[in-house]
Structure formats: structure tokens, C-alpha cells
């Protein structure tokens, strides 16, 4: 099952905050984070695992709540920088695969 | 730094002909995935392999089938392309090691 991701699109002016959401029905053994820029391969931003820890990339950062199978990402100050389409990827630890959800699309504006 | 490289960056196609997607990847690593990403969609899974002639479908195998001859190398081929299978098509590694993925740059097939 793919994993939800809250808002599908948002647009936000330089300097403004936003908050990215990612809801599993499965339970996960860690949650990683990807950023794709427009015509860019999808990049590494991070990976979280059990335990609730924040992890941070720039003024990213995010957390992971195992027990109701979320996981939110913060973008602090956002950048122009920051535009793109943000992917969480579920992992359930028993496979080699992440299941990947079904993005937002983030539009950092001047 | 991790290359993973795909055969084209855009293709067109008709309707019926047998296409190749080929990707190749420098890292040595084991597992190798062929995703399609769609709007509104994400990034959906085809196949992937994690290992030299082994295979196993994803959630989206059907019109789809993969070639790992080299541990380097994977190939998505679309048997008979139909314009339903118009999409961006993404291939990405990993090691062994752990689950995180690293991707090429995307191949936008066309369908006509």
C-alpha cells in the first residue's frame, strides 16, 4: 500500500514555513525523505528511524512517529532552492524495496 | 559519487513497437529498481532485481518485462508499447547494505 503525502501541492513565498506529511498503513522500520528537482533525478534528503529522532538537511528537517505510521517534514525559512517534488519512502525492513508515496509538489515563489 | 545512468532522456514511440530502457549504474551495487512516475501518483514500482538474473515484479508489472545479464546493468522492455504506458520512467540502485536509493535522471516516453 502506498504511503499518503499531505498537501499534494503547496506554493509558498521566500522565507515562509511548510510542513510535508507522509501516512503509512503498514508499519515501518524507517522512513527516508527525497527531493526531486523540476527535470532532476530524485536526491537523498534523509532517512528516519525508529525512535521519534529528528534528523536535518539545511533547514530541513523531520520526524517519525512509528506507532501512528507518520512521518512530517519541516521546511524551515524555505528557499528558492527548496522547489520541487518531495517523495517519503516507507521501508518495512523485511525487502529490499521502499515503497514510495505520492509526492508534493512545493513551489518556493520570490 | 554514485552514477546511475539511463540510455535516453526522452523517446518517442508507436503504439505496438518493443521498447528498451536500458540503465547502468557504477557503484557496484546489488539491488536495482524501474520505477514509472505519473502526477498525482508518485513514484510507482515496476520491477526490481537484487541480483544478476533475478527479478521480482513490483506493484505495476503488467506490459512490462526487465533483463539483468550484468550486475551493472538492468533493462526495463515494453513488449508492445501502448500509449496508456506514456510516462516518465525512472531507474535507481542500492547497495545490499541499506534501502537508500539513488536514481538516474529519467527517461519521458512517449507513446503515439
Known amino acids: 500500500q502506498q504511503p499518503v503525502q499531505s498537501p499534494q501541492a503547496v506554493i509558498l513565498r521566500e522565507g515562509e514555513d511548510a510542513v510535508i506529511n507522509c501516512s503509512s498503513s503498514?508499519?515501518?522500520?524507517?522512513v527516508h525523505w527525497y527531493r526531486q528537482k523540476h527535470g532532476e533525478a530524485p536526491v537523498f534528503l534523509m532517512i528516519?528511524?525508529?525512535?521519534?529522532e529528528q534528523k536535518g538537511h539545511e533547514k530541513i528537517s523531520a520526524s517519525f512517529n512509528e506507532k501512528k505510521q507518520q512521518s512530517s517534514l519541516y521546511l524551515t525559512a524555505s528557499q528558492l532552492s527548496y522547489s520541487g517534488t518531495y517523495f517519503c519512502g516507507s521501508y518495512g525492513g523485511a525487502t529490499n524495496k521502499l515503497i514510495f508515496g505520492t509526492g508534493t509538489l512545493l513551489a518556493v515563489q520570490p | 559519487d554514485v552514477k546511475v545512468t539511463q540510455s535516453s532522456r526522452y523517446l518517442v514511440k508507436r503504439t505496438g513497437e518493443k521498447v528498451f530502457l536500458e540503465c547502468v549504474q557504477d557503484?557496484?551495487?546489488?539491488?536495482m529498481f524501474w520505477y514509472r512516475q505519473d502526477p498525482g501518483l508518485g513514484l510507482r514500482l515496476i520491477y526490481f532485481?537484487?541480483?544478476?538474473?533475478?527479478?521480482e515484479k513490483g506493484d505495476i508489472p503488467e506490459g512490462y518485462s526487465v533483463s539483468r545479464e550484468k550486475k551493472e546493468r538492468f533493462s526495463l522492455i515494453l513488449e508492445s508499447a501502448s500509449t496508456n504506458q506514456t510516462s516518465m520512467y525512472l531507474c535507481?540502485?542500492?547497495?545490499?547494505?541499506?534501502?537508500?536509493?539513488?536514481f538516474g535522471p529519467g527517461t519521458r516516453l512517449t507513446v503515439t
Open positions: 528516519l528511524l525508529k525512535g521519534g
Open positions: 535507481a540502485s542500492s547497495s545490499s547494505l541499506g534501502p537508500t536509493q539513488y
Open positions: 557503484m557496484d551495487h546489488e539491488n
Open positions: 503498514k508499519a515501518l522500520y524507517s
Open positions: 532485481s537484487y541480483d544478476v538474473k533475478m527479478k
